[in-house]
């Protein structure tokens, strides 16, 4: 069975900043994985996924993340947030041969002007 | 990628009754799960929907209570059934769009808010 952790609750940070939001995850195989992020009244958006290869993975918006195999990691960064990027942001992994994906808590960015 | 339409998009509802939701895929896709989200929560799986067979429901859901059909690769649905207030959710369908779990795209969820 998998999990995942996400570190933070809530994340405030000021425009133009740079940002990091933890996931930690827990599995017994092989996994992909991925972040999504959900704006409010709306449903998920696929930022990024990790399945193999590169563990320097990017996506839209200027997000990118680092898959650390040793670590169980896959912290989400971006250099320089906007206003836009308020939102609810999901850690997901799955098994891969599962099919399903299990979230994190969600980390909720509120990006400050 | 896929394009999900799920509806209605939100519902009120008399405790009691029950609400049938809607998803479909625009494309065929082999696998097809619906989620719940509860208020200020995250997603939790409630079931993978499989063409042509029941589905397969995970820990703390049970078919009575969730029904979902899926006569095809295309569409799926979700009953919500005797309906009392803890189920005021989101529930969003998924679909595996490019195959082996590589990427799962989402619809934009019904809101359900039972009273």
């Known amino acids: 069975a998998q999990s995942v952790t996400q570190l933070d609750s809530q994340v405030p940070v000021f425009e133009e900043a740079p940002v990091e939001l933890r996931c930690n995850y827990s599995s017994s195989v092989s996994v992909y994985l991925f972040w999504y992020v959900q704006y409010p009244n709306q449903g998920l958006q696929l930022l990024l996924k990790y399945l193999s290869g590169s563990t320097l993975v990017k996506g839209i918006n200027g997000f990118e993340a680092e898959f650390n195999k040793s670590q169980t990691s896959f912290h989400l960064r971006k250099p320089s947030v906007h206003i836009s990027d308020t939102a609810e942001y999901f850690c997901a992994v799955s098994g891969r041969n599962t099919g399903k994906l299990i979230f994190g808590q969600g980390t909720t960015l509120q990006v400050k002007p | 990628s896929a394009v999900i339409s799920q509806k209605p998009s939100r519902d009120i509802c008399q405790r009691g009754t029950s609400l049938t939701i809607q998803c479909q895929v625009d494309?065929?896709?082999?696998?097809m799960f619906w989620y719940r989200q509860q208020p200020g929560q995250s997603l939790t799986l409630i079931a993978t929907?499989?063409?042509?067979?029941?589905?397969?429901?995970e820990s703390g859901f049970v078919i009575d209570k969730f029904p979902i059909s899926r006569p095809n690769l295309t569409f799926s649905t979700l009953t919500v059934s005797n309906m009392s207030p803890e189920d005021s959710s989101i529930y969003l369908c998924s679909a595996d769009d490019i195959g082996q779990g590589h990427g799962y795209t989402f619809g934009s969820g019904t809101r359900l808010t039972v009273v």
């Open positions: 494309s065929q896709v082999t696998m």
């Open positions: 929907a499989n063409q042509g067979s029941e589905a397969t429901y």
